[in-house]
């Protein structure tokens, strides 16, 4: 399937060398606000066309465009993209608002499109060998789980990171996805969210590149903490942060069972050791891959989706599962605010 990358930014790169790998994309097309940026990346990775967002999407040989521009445009360009009649399938997360996001799914519904959103992560190997560790009883019937993304935010190290302290910014939207993406696919739907949000730092100094020493003015909660009721009825307990400095000794993620507890890597990559500790042992044993992966795969979700196209099946990384991250994404700050539980209206199979 021939596809375009709208938005040649630092993830963009990835994708393009994971992806010129395909047996079942090629990417012919890449399309950036800044023209500059998308003819470097062109000619960085031989793609054939550099084009404007609107020539990429007018292009009638294209059939899917891959969304990686800025969280605050994507619901913006998959709603382009659908309206030219083509797939699209976006970086995390799918929109910055519920309404957006809802419309994206819809709209692809309606046109009889594919809309599919990253993380495709959980279709790595660490998320896959641990969800085979379950379904085979190694940990008996889950109970609860833990989350943990805590760290001190991107400022020091990204070139350009205002846009993680506005609006649609924060650590829930940026890393969140992984998180509660994994969770979703090992325990199921969420029934309901209750939190507490702040923005305990306020202010953020830019480290890195032309804008270092420039202020930021937080905008959005950048420390959550919160519990998770799923519907076949673990509990988990979720904190994503910006707001911890010096950093902190938490697993990723754990997830506990009536006979046995599974640590698994970190979310954001493909891979890693998923250990297991039964009932009365005191020792992890490190579990065989399902499969091998490599640390970053992303495109993997892309491939899936195309497959699935050809193929008449649903896609895994598709739009109901991405709004259904969004929706728990936004009830950890709307439980805040509000001081009770967040039931979602969403679910996913």
């Not at 943990?148 to 400022?155: A, H, I, L, R």
């Not at 993406?181 to 029934?191: D, F, H, N, P």
């Not at 969210?193 to 923005?199: C, E, F, L, M, Y």
């Not at 990723?252 to 006979?259: D, K, M």
Request: with cysteine; glycine share 12%; proline share 5%.
């Amino acid at each position: 399937m021939k596809a375009g990358i709208i938005g040649c930014g630092n993830i963009s790169a990835i994708y393009l060398e994971n992806l010129k790998k395909s047996p079942v994309v090629e990417v012919v097309a890449v399309a950036d606000l800044v023209t500059e940026r998308a003819q470097a990346r062109a000619e960085e990775f031989g793609i054939a066309n550099a084009y404007t967002v609107d020539e990429l999407l007018g292009d009638k040989e294209i059939e899917l465009v891959i969304n990686l521009t800025i969280p605050g445009s994507h619901a913006s360009i998959d709603l382009a993209a659908l309206e030219a009649g083509k797939h699209v399938y976006a970086e995390k997360p799918l929109a910055t608002s519920l309404q957006d996001g809802k419309r994206v799914v819809e709209l692809a519904e309606q046109k009889g499109l594919r809309a599919g959103s990253a993380p495709d992560t959980f279709l790595g190997s660490g998320v896959q060998t641990a969800k085979a560790a379950i379904e085979a009883g190694k940990i008996g019937i889950p109970v609860a789980a833990t989350a943990f993304m805590m760290g001190g935010g991107p400022e020091g190290w990204h070139p350009d990171p205002e846009f993680f302290y506005a609006p649609g910014g924060g650590p829930m939207l940026d890393m969140g996805p992984y998180y509660l993406t994994a969770l979703v696919e090992l325990l199921g739907s969420i029934r309901r969210i209750s939190a507490s949000v702040g923005a305990q730092i306020p202010m953020r100094t830019i480290g890195s590149g032309p804008k270092s020493g420039q202020q930021i003015q937080v905008q959005t909660p950048t420390h959550l903490a919160g519990t998770i009721d799923f519907k076949q009825g673990a509990i988990a307990t979720m904190i994503t942060s910006f707001d911890i400095k010096a950093g902190a000794n938490l697993p990723w993620i754990e997830i506990y069972g009536t006979e046995g507890t599974l640590s698994l890597p970190d979310p954001n990559f493909f891979n890693g050791d998923v250990k297991l500790r039964r009932s009365g042992s005191s020792e992890w044993e490190v579990l065989t891959p399902v499969f091998e992966s490599t640390q970053n795969e992303r495109g993997r979700g892309v491939n899936d989706m195309v497959e699935a196209i050809r193929s008449g099946r649903k896609h895994r990384a598709n739009g109901n599962l991405a709004y259904h991250v969004l929706e728990a994404m936004y009830a950890f700050e709307e439980s805040s605010i509000s001081g009770s539980h967040v039931v979602l209206a969403s679910s996913h199979e």
